[in-house]
C-alpha cells in the first residue's frame, strides 16, 4: 500500500523530472559493475560477566530500536537415541507449563510483551532464542526463569508433542534429502553423537512425561551456559534483569560432547532407492575450526568451489550442463569440530556425469591456484556476508552466540575480515589439496542404484 501510494502521486510528474543528461550511463550488457570494498564497522563494545552460579552474560547495547534479543545456549550434549529422544520432546515442551502458568498462560504473557520466545536443540545445545520490546526485558526474562527453574511438563502436554514429533520425524526421514544427509553423517561420525540430527521416531515414542522432567533436572544448568542479549538496553541493567531472574538458578555442569572420531574414506556408499528418478549426491569430509589459522583460505576455496551463486560447481553443473538446480558447498561448525559438505541433486540419469564434474572442480582447485578474480570475488561475499549477518540485533545476537559457544569473542569479527584479505591464490590451493580434493572426502548416494552403479562404478569402488 505504501507504493502505490508513492506511485500515484508521481503518475503525471514528467514535468519535473530531472533532464536526461544527468542519468548514469548504463554499463555495457554482460558487463557485471565492480562491487564498492565493504567499510569495516566498529566492533561492538560487549560487556562479559559470569554470575556466581556459573551463567555467563553477554550484554551489547544497541539503541536503534527499542528491542532486546535475546539468546540462551545450554550445553547438551549426550550420547544415544534414547537421550537425542528425550532431549528432543524436552526442547518441543519447555513452554508448555510452569509453576505459574499454563502453556496458554506462558504464551499470552509473551505476546503481551509485545515478544517471542522459541527453543531448538541439537547435538551441542539447548537453544532458548526470545525477543521483546526493551522496556520488558524483566518481565521476558521472568518467563524465561519460570521454565527453566521450574518447568513442570504436564503428562498430557508431552504426550501430545510427543505424538506429533514421532509423526515429523518419520516423515523427515522418509524425505531423499535427510536420507543423503543421515546416511552422510553417519560416514564422517560414526557411533558419535553427531552421527545423526534427526531422532529415531521409534524411540521418541517410548519418551514419556517423567523422563523429560529428569532430563531437565539433571542437565538444564546454568553451569556453562551463555546467555547474549543485543538491543536498546544499558549493559547495567540488564546484568541486573538477569541477577534479579536467575541468580537462583543452579544445577550441575554438563559435559562436553566427545572428541571427533578418525575419519575413514572408504569406498562410495549407495543407498538404493528402487524407481527414484533422482540421485541425492553428497560428499564430505574435515574442516578447519574457526580459530584454525588455515581457517579463512578453507572459507574462500569453498565459496570459490561451490559456496555461492558464482561458484565453479554452480557454473559447471547448473548453468553450462544444467544437471541440477542449487549444487552447493558449505562448512558447518560443531562444539568439537567442523565439517566441509557438497551436495547436489540430479536426475538419475545424469548421476555418473555430475559425480564427474564434482570430482574434476574439487580436483582441479587441488591442483591449480584459483585466479585472482576469483579469489577477490569470493573474499567480498564472505566479509559481506559476515557484516550482513551481524548488521542486525538479531543477526548479531545469534553471531555472538554461537562464537562464545566454541569459545570465540567478538574480536572475530574484526579479526576474521583482515584475515580474509590476507589470504591468497596459494593458500587456496594448498588448503584445497588438503582438506578438499576427492581422495579425502566421503561420497554418499542416494537413488535407484541398479540404473546409477554402472556409471557410479567407473568413478571409484562402490560398497558392496
Keep these: 500500500m505504501i507504493g502505490s501510494a508513492v506511485t500515484s502521486t508521481s503518475t503525471n510528474s514528467a514535468r519535473s523530472a530531472p533532464p536526461a543528461a544527468t542519468a548514469t550511463p548504463a554499463a555495457p550488457a554482460g558487463v557485471i559493475p565492480a562491487v564498492r570494498p565493504t567499510e569495516p564497522a566498529a566492533l561492538p563494545a560487549v560487556t562479559d560477566r559470569t554470575l556466581a552460579n556459573g551463567l555467563r552474560v553477554l550484554v551489547v547495547q544497541r539503541g536503534s530500536v527499542p528491542i532486546v534479543e535475546v539468546r540462551l545456549r545450554i550445553p547438551f550434549a549426550g550420547r544415544g537415541p534414547v537421550y537425542q529422544a528425550r532431549a528432543e520432546v524436552l526442547a518441543e515442551t519447555l513452554f508448555t ?12 504473557e509473551v505476546q503481551r510483551l509485545g515478544g517471542s520466545l522459541s527453543t531448538g536443540v541439537d547435538s551441542d545445545r539447548l537453544a532458548v532464542v526470545g525477543s521483546a520490546l526493551a522496556a520488558n526485558l524483566e518481565p521476558l526474562l521472568e518467563i524465561m526463569a519460570d521454565v527453566l527453574l521450574g518447568a513442570t511438563f504436564p503428562d498430557d502436554e508431552v504426550a501430545g508433542e510427543r505424538d506429533r514429533i514421532v509423526e515429523d520425524t518419520a516423515v523427515a526421514r522418509s524425505q531423499p534429502a535427510v536420507i543423503a544427509r543421515e546416511a552422510l553423517l553417519e560416514r564422517l561420525f560414526g557411533d558419535h553423537p553427531y552421527a545423526t540430527a534427526i531422532p ?9 512425561a517423567a523422563d523429560v522432567r529428569g532430563l531437565h533436572a539433571e542437565r538444564v544448568s546454568p553451569a556453562g551456559a551463555i546467555l547474549t542479549l543485543v538491543g536498546d538496553v544499558s549493559p547495567e541493567r540488564a546484568l541486573a534483569a538477569v541477577t534479579a531472574a536467575l541468580g537462583d538458578w543452579s544445577g550441575r555442569p554438563a559435559s562436553s560432547a566427545p572428541p571427533l572420531p578418525e575419519l575413514h574414506r572408504g569406498p562410495i556408499v549407495i543407498v538404493d532407492r528402487p524407481g527414484a528418478v533422482q540421485t541425492n549426491i553428497r560428499l564430505g569430509g574435515a574442516a578447519l575450526d574457526r580459530s584454525a589459522p588455515g581457517y579463512p583460505a578453507q572459507r574462500l576455496a569453498s565459496t570459490i568451489f561451490g559456496g555461492y551463486f558464482s561458484s565453479r560447481l554452480v557454473n559447471n553443473i547448473r548453468e553450462d550442463k544444467g544437471y541440477t538446480y542449487s549444487p552447493r558447498s558449505s562448512i558447518d561448525h560443531y562444539q568439537v569440530g567442523s565439517r566441509f559438505t557438497v551436495a547436489a541433486d540430479v536426475a538419475t540419469e545424469v548421476t555418473g556425469p555430475a559425480l564427474l564434474e564434482i570430482l574434476y572442480e574439487l580436483g582441479r582447485l587441488a591442483v591449480l ?3 585472482q578474480d576469483e579469489l577477490d570475488a569470493a573474499r567480498q561475499y564472505a566479509v559481506g556476508t559476515l557484516a550482513i549477518g551481524s548488521a542486525t540485533a538479531a543477526g548479531l545476537a545469534s553471531t555472538l552466540s554461537a562464537l562464545a559457544g566454541v569459545g570465540i569473542g567478538v574480536e572475530y569479527l574484526r579479526d576474521h575480515p583482515r584475515a580474509l584479505a590476507e589470504v591468497t591464490a596459494a593458500d587456496v590451493q594448498a588448503v584445497a589439496a588438503d582438506l578438499l580434493a576427492p581422495t579425502g572426502l566421503i561420497t554418499v548416494l542416494v537413488g535407484d542404484k541398479a540404473k546409477i552403479v ?3 562404478g567407473a568413478l571409484g569402488l562402490i560398497e558392496s
Design 454 to 456: 554402472r556409471a557410479v
Design 369 to 371: 591456484p584459483p585466479t
Design 97 to 108: 507449563g510452569s509453576r505459574r502458568l499454563n502453556r496458554v498462560g506462558l504464551a499470552t
Design 200 to 208: 529415531d521416531p521409534d524411540v521418541v515414542g517410548q519418551v514419556g
